[in-house]
């Protein structure tokens, strides 16, 4: 296997996981929000405030993965 193959193998394998882990946070938070919303009606504002949040944090690394995932495409 050449150089360039083991490069894209890079690649994939650091969005794949860079975007696995993300993506199981924000299903987690959405299901967690849910079930608070369906116990806690009048809770409505907090839980939606700081679930948004957490999702912004947890995207925040998948969009990491993809600037690495970037890097090691295009310019390594």
């Known amino acids: ?3 360039e193959a083991m490069k894209m193998l890079a690649v994939g394998l650091v969005m794949g996981l860079g975007a696995l882990g993300p993506g199981l ?6 299901y967690g929000a849910m079930q608070g919303l369906a116990r806690n009606p009048e809770a409505r504002g907090p839980i939606m405030t700081n679930m948004l949040i ?5 995207e925040a690394i ?5 600037v690495v ?3 090691l495409g295009f310019v390594f």
């Open 1 to 3: 296997m050449d150089a």
């Open 25 to 30: 946070g924000i299903g987690i938070l959405g």
């Open 54 to 58: 957490a999702i912004a944090m947890a």
């Open 62 to 66: 998948a969009i990491y993965a993809l």
């Open 69 to 71: 995932a970037i890097m």
